[in-house]
């Protein structure tokens, strides 16, 4: 009980502290969301929200070699909760990230085609902020983290089948 505790304590400390600002360049303002993040007020031109500054291209993963495999973490349908299966993942890169203060990771939320655009920006934002929170829960200074939503406009597997569509609900970490 305890344990549970102190771990909804953490979480709530962190996203207390996760905050950020869009540096997109579109003629969007910031709000604060409520919980002590700074979003974006509008979709960029590719129908992106984009939390953070990615500092840097997003032409794919260009960072440590032997991550570079297992940069992905998939949900479940309509969900940003994090499978247990995907926190040696976020372990490994929260490793490098600590060892690395100069390195920045982008987290990339995406969903599935069903719903509506509007709902899959907010879901894909979700999931990319839920990894963020966990990386900063393992000591990942938030300014190394930036979080971008692209919900269903960037489908990894094109296919209208669940196969498809569990490819699709994913967060990338991006370097």
């Not at 869009?22 to 979709?43: F, H, K, P, R």
């Not at 992106?48 to 991550?67: I, K, M, R, S």
């Not at 372990?91 to 939320?109: K, S, T, W």
Request: net charge negative; hydrophobic share 35%.
């Amino acid at each position: 009980m305890l344990k549970n505790y102190l771990f909804a304590l953490i979480c709530g400390l962190s996203l207390a502290t996760l905050t950020a600002c869009s540096t997109d360049g579109s003629d969007s303002s910031l709000v604060n969301d409520g919980d002590g993040y700074q979003i974006a007020e509008g979709l960029d031109s590719d129908g992106a929200v984009t939390v953070g500054n990615p500092n840097g291209n997003n032409n794919g993963f260009n960072g440590p070699a032997e991550l570079q495999d297992k940069n992905t973490i998939y949900f479940a349908f309509d969900s940003e909760n994090i499978q247990d299966q995907y926190l040696s993942v976020m372990q490994a890169h929260a490793q490098y990230l600590r060892n690395n203060p100069e390195a920045r990771v982008i987290i990339e939320g995406h969903t599935d085609e069903r719903g509506t655009p509007e709902y899959n920006i907010a879901l894909g934002e979700r999931r990319a902020r839920s990894v963020a929170r966990y990386m900063q829960n393992l000591g990942v200074d938030v300014n190394q983290l930036s979080i971008v939503s692209y919900g269903e406009e960037k489908p990894a597997d094109p296919g209208h089948s669940e196969a498809a569509w569990s490819h699709n609900r994913r967060a990338v970490l991006n370097y």
